[in-house]
């Protein structure tokens, strides 16, 4: 289970572009919203604060946000930046029960080295990056770590079935969906695919060439094989 992470928010009347002058004022906006409220509540957060604590979150972060006194549990469902600025422009929190189980997507982490990888040169592919689980928020994993190491020989890979999971969380991705899988080198890749297409040319002209001979062995005796008829009139 993750430390759990706390926010101070302020309650906030201005919606809309109005909002741009809190943002120049160091504040971002950012919204709560759940079932346990009877609607969604705006508010403000310091944009400073604020970015130090997602930088070291994830969407399955337990996070207390303190609105004036009053404590919520949520989890951040969503957020926007300013691409140009880099700055976080507004963040929607989900509220949440404890005693409720929720969805949510859990970040992979990948340790250690393939040795497919290392010693052989071959190529390390990633699946999925975040996997897709249900548990009661407070038991929600930061992440899942998944060692690459056994990835011994070009073709070894690692599944979403392989994750090792604590009990009280259910994993809803497909158990199928690949994680990570060890290729040969690109180098042999291009020698692959030009031999391929030279014995696929070779054998593609093959059939036409036996095709013409068999033709010509069915003519009957005294008879001219086909087109040696419209060659005789035309001559």
């Known amino acids: 289970m993750m430390e759990r992470q706390t926010i101070q928010a302020t309650r906030r009347t201005v919606t809309g572009k109005k909002v741009a002058r809190l943002r120049a004022q160091g504040q971002t906006p950012a919204i709560l919203y759940g079932r346990s409220l009877k609607e969604p509540v705006p508010v403000s957060m310091d944009r400073i604060e604020l970015s130090k604590l997602l930088r070291k979150s994830s969407y399955s972060s337990l996070i207390t946000v303190n609105l004036e006194g009053e404590e919520h549990n949520t989890l951040v469902r969503d957020f926007q930046v300013n691409h140009i600025l880099g700055d976080l422009t507004h963040v929607d929190f989900l509220v949440v029960s404890l005693t409720e189980t929720v969805r949510a997507e859990v970040r992979v982490v990948m340790e250690g080295k393939s ?42 890979a690692i599944f979403v079935r392989d994750l090792t999971v604590p009990a009280n969380v259910t994993v809803l991705s497909e158990p199928d969906e690949l994680l990570f899988v060890a290729t040969a080198p690109v180098a042999e890749i291009e020698e692959i695919v030009p031999a391929a297409a030279e014995i696929a040319a070779v054998e593609g002209a093959a059939p036409a060439e036996g095709a013409a001979a068999e033709e010509a062995d069915a003519a009957p005796a005294g008879e001219p094989a086909a087109g040696a008829d419209k060659a005789a009139k035309t001559g």
């Open 115 to 156: 040795p497919a990888v290392v010693t052989s040169g071959g190529l390390l592919v990633t699946g999925l990056e975040h996997i897709e689980v249900e548990s009661l928020p407070q038991d929600l994993p930061e992440h899942f770590v998944v060692d690459v190491s056994s990835l011994v020989d070009f073709g070894d």
